[in-house]
């Protein structure tokens, strides 16, 4: 089938581990022509806003990359008017569409394709809920609820399915959109496969381990992703420290910011602290294999589903709409920010194998195969797909 995908809300990085880059990895793999249509403004590795280096081409994937420039009218342009997208789903004449994310204006010229193409599936993921996309000033509501939800609204008779990544995203759908619930379901970010070696798990856990100056059986909790105040890392840190347990070791991964920096620095020369800094995307998997538990006390990242993808039992901070990373109880959630609430609860799963044990289970079993990229690919584009509980050895 034709498949393209609609990045012009925000625009499509190569080389990213974002949900638009492993979808339509997967949708080729599967067989699917497919094509990307994305801004010709990107951002580097350093998250700076560039012009795209090229505008036309094939990628590593197999995959076409084809860019569309705004609208040169400031206003529209800001709004997300982009030229000559209906034009270019003439050319391509597609099967499906998959939109990620429908803030921004252009969303229209789809809507027109799709009345004249009856056949076409359409697709429309959301990222926005009420933290990242707030409403809470006339100008938010103005942009969200009547410019953006105008022609998401006006998709309703076309689309057949308006995916939320989150419990909490299909909510803020239907609540500022005005989306049919009977429209919305659960599309969950998750784990690229091609990249969980869980077969090899136990010597990717030796050699980590080794090169980091741990014990096998030390009780190894990782966390990482970009370094802020809101991710609350520092706090994880903090409290493994104050533990003092000999045997429980933190890994951290990422970037601090330029607030954390410090903070981070000093805290990292603890014996308890392994700090191994930046470290590849397609990598953070292996470090999740070698390790006994994820804790993420702050806010939201797509490593969250990543490490539950690897089979990892975790702590979250709770938030409204955020449940879905605990699969039939894989998972456990902080209510604040206290660095001795987190240590309770690491040490609960310390001194309680147990109780670590089902945990574990839960999260092979059942948590892997719901964040797995491989079967959301299929669901994605309107597959049946039964997450079935999988037996990992």
């Known amino acids: 089938m034709e498949i393209v995908h609609i990045c ?11 949900q638009e880059n492993i979808l339509s990895q997967f949708h080729a793999e599967m067989g699917h022509k497919v094509t990307v249509l994305t801004s010709d403004k990107v951002f580097n590795s350093k998250y700076e806003k560039t012009k795209r280096e090229k505008s036309d081409y094939i990628n590593d994937y197999g995959i076409r ?38 803030q921004f204006y252009s969303l229209k010229d789809i809507v027109v394709y799709c009345k004249k193409h009856v056949g076409v ?29 105008h022609w998401m609204r006006k998709a309703i008779p076309y689309a057949k399915k308006y995916w939320g990544v989150t419990p909490w995203r299909c909510q803020y759908m239907k609540e500022v959109y005005g989306i049919p619930e009977d429209k919305i379901d659960l599309l969950v970010m998750g784990g690229d496969d091609r990249y969980i070696h869980y077969d090899k798990r136990l010597e990717l856990r030796t050699s980590i381990r080794e090169r980091l100056n741990i014990n096998e059986d030390d009780f190894v909790v990782i966390s990482g992703g970009k370094i802020d105040k809101t991710k609350n890392i520092h706090w994880l840190m903090r409290a493994v420290i104050k533990m003092d347990k000999p045997d429980i070791k933190l890994i951290v991964f990422g970037q601090p910011n330029d607030d954390m920096q ?59 709409g955020m449940q879905h990373v605990n699969v039939n109880g894989s998972a456990l959630f902080i209510e604040s920010d206290s660095e001795d609430e987190l240590g309770e609860r690491i040490l609960s799963l310390y001194a309680d194998k147990s109780k670590y044990s089902r945990m574990k289970e839960a999260a092979v079993k059942d948590a892997m195969a719901v964040f797995s990229y491989k079967l959301i690919a299929k669901k994605a584009i309107g597959e049946n797909v039964t997450l079935v509980k999988e037996s990992r050895s």
């Open 65 to 102: 990359v084809k860019t569309l420039k705004r609208d040169k009218n400031l206003r529209k342009g800001r709004f997300g008017f982009f030229d000559h997208l209906y034009e270019e789903l003439e050319k391509i004449k597609p099967e499906i569409i998959f939109v990620h994310g429908g």
């Open 121 to 149: 599936s359409l697709f429309i993921d959301q990222h926005a809920d009420y933290y990242n996309t707030p409403v809470n000033t006339f100008k938010t509501k103005l942009t969200q609820r009547y410019v953006y939800g």
């Open 262 to 320: 410090k903070e981070i620095k000093e805290l990292s020369e603890d014996s308890h602290i392994r700090n191994i800094g930046w470290i590849d995307s397609t990598k953070v998997y292996d470090y999740f294999l070698a390790s006994d538990l994820v804790v993420f006390p702050g806010t939201h990242s797509v490593l969250w589903e990543q490490a539950c993808a690897c089979g990892l039992p975790g702590i979250f901070k709770k938030w409204d």
């Open 8 to 18: 012009l809300a925000a625009s499509y990085v190569e080389g990213f581990g974002y």
